[in-house]
């Protein structure tokens, strides 16, 4: 029975070497942010994106935009405010979020390329991205 | 020790395009409790000469974002921006234009 106990206890002080291990060289998070509603949406994500880099500054951060959502990612944007969305999208630039913008949507809704921010990657589709991303372990978020 | 900017600089056509991302609380002594604490002097120099210079107030936000093109630079030149807050801290980072 005493062999049983101390047994028990020896694992379980190795699952918790391993586990702490684990918390020292842990990856970091990587989040993927899905969009494809209007410009209406957007402050609010971009609001999400800055709150979560504020709590965890090492999180990588992609944001993937598709049909309505690339609205807030062309040239001249304006929230609903009226106020441009330039600023904001720099400002995550600099923090290291990625913005990729569909090309499926481009075409379809006849959306030059050179109106796309400079700051936004233009990827093949959208969604295909997104699935890519959550193969590499991106966490999945659509606020 | 305030944190580190963040700055890019690159060519953009014939003008070096920088842009700036600085940490600071920018409180505008305006909040009971909370003095006024906000940068007030920014430089920015290529090559030690210098190619803006700002005088800041409250109203700037917190953790400001500063973008801005000048001509003369070129790719491997050093950018260095500065400020100066009104407790008198400061911190100067550099990045080199690419």
Redesign the interface.
């Given at each position: 029975m005493q062999t049983i106990v101390r047994r028990m206890a020896a694992a379980a002080a190795f699952l918790f070497a391993v586990s702490g291990a684990a918390m020292a060289g842990d990856p970091p998070i990587r989040v993927v942010y899905h969009i494809n509603e209007s410009v209406q949406k957007a402050p609010a994500v971009l609001h999400n994106i800055a709150n979560e880099l504020d709590a965890e500054p090492n999180t990588k951060i992609v944001l993937v935009a598709h049909g309505p959502g690339i609205d807030f990612l062309l040239k001249g944007a304006k929230d609903p405010k009226g106020n441009p969305f330039t600023p904001e999208i720099e400002t995550l630039g600099m923090r290291g979020v990625e913005f990729r913008v569909c090309n499926n949507t481009l075409k379809s809704r006849h959306i030059d390329r050179s109106r796309v921010v400079e700051d936004a990657k233009i990827v093949p589709s959208g969604v295909a991205e997104i699935a890519k991303l959550e193969s590499q372990g991106y966490v999945y978020l659509k606020p | 020790m305030p944190d580190p900017m963040?700055i890019?600089a690159a060519m953009a056509g014939d003008k070096v395009e920088v842009?700036v991302?600085m940490a600071h609380e920018m409180e505008t002594g305006q909040r009971k409790g909370h003095p006024a604490w906000f940068i007030q002097n920014v430089t920015a120099t290529c090559n030690g000469k210098t190619v803006l210079s700002a005088q800041w107030g409250p109203a700037v936000s917190k953790?400001p974002?500063l973008?801005f093109r000048f001509h003369g630079g070129k790719p491997g030149d050093k950018v260095t921006i500065s400020w100066v807050d009104n407790h008198g801290e400061k911190r100067t980072d550099e990045t080199t234009i690419s």
């Open positions: - | 963040k890019r842009k991302l953790n974002f973008s």
